[in-house]
């Protein structure tokens, strides 16, 4: 049996459904500008919290599809007159939402990072976060490490960097190809750590294995030559034990010129 509806009646049932739609769409557009994850004043607070210090951005962007944000010269600073503790030129995040339902970020890539370390400052305990980066990569970092006022900072070219898993239950994995400064060379490293303690980072547990590759001791100006190594770590980030091998196919003591070479195993 068919049903005729006169065209007002249809008209009048079609506007009822369009304007229940709207209301729906613009309902969820609320919710969804309110509680979206990739605003900007929420990743702020992430990165804040992550470094305890302030970050801001020159430009920012949120993108919906793939859900995610684009920042630019990205600065994370403890005090407004200090130096910044890190520097990003452009940092993108990308995630589904299948991820989003359960509070995970499937990628952050940072290009052109900057970082100054600085002792922690003493700060309240931060709340821990709850979400997840299945993959963190900083490739072409650089960090450096002040010494004394007689010193340059020692700089670590990183390379190669990606972590895995970060801020997860279970322990979060990293790999690592960056120049070594003391002495020069090309260190590979990788393993895992965790799972990451937030309110004592410190005494998060790494473990893993290094390489380090054809290392110039002339840095240290009374030798010469070329030394390799390879070996393991493991303890916390405040009391990190190593134990492995070097090799020294070629040494040579600078004021004499006598040379040797000799390989020192189990050297801790």
Not at 77 to 88: A, D, F, V
Not at 148 to 155: D, K, N
């Amino acid at each position: 049996m068919e049903m005729w509806l006169p065209k007002s009646r249809m008209g009048k049932s079609f506007l009822v459904v369009a304007g229940g739609l709207l209301v729906l769409i613009l309902s969820a557009a609320l919710l969804l500008d309110r509680y979206w994850p990739f605003r900007e004043g929420a990743l702020q607070r992430e990165l804040g919290q992550a470094a305890s210090a302030g970050v801001r951005f020159r430009t920012f962007k949120t993108k919906y599809f793939p859900p995610g944000c684009l920042a630019e010269g990205v600065v994370s600073q403890r005090e407004q007159s200090g130096p910044p503790l890190i520097t990003i030129q452009r940092l993108t995040v990308r995630s589904n939402f299948l991820d989003m339902l359960h509070h995970h970020v499937s990628i952050i890539r940072a290009e052109g990072t900057r970082v100054n370390w600085q002792k922690e400052q003493s700060k309240p305990e931060p709340k821990s976060s709850v979400t997840v980066v299945d993959r963190l990569i900083a490739d072409d970092a650089v960090l450096e490490v002040a010494r004394t006022p007689r010193h340059e900072p020692l700089r670590f070219v990183f390379h190669k960097f990606e972590v895995r898993n970060l801020g997860g239950r279970s322990p979060s994995s990293f790999t690592a190809e960056l120049d070594n400064p003391l002495p020069r060379g090309l260190l590979l490293v990788s393993g895992h750590f965790g799972p990451w303690n937030s309110l004592a980072r410190r005494r998060t547990a790494p473990e893993g294995e290094y390489t380090l590759q054809n290392a110039d001791p002339s840095v240290f100006h009374a030798i010469a030559g070329v030394i390799s190594s390879q070996g393991r770590f493991s303890g916390t980030f405040d009391n990190l034990a190593v134990q492995g091998q070097t090799s020294t196919p070629v040494l040579t003591v600078v004021s004499t010129h006598h040379g040797f070479g000799h390989r020192n195993p189990a050297c801790r």
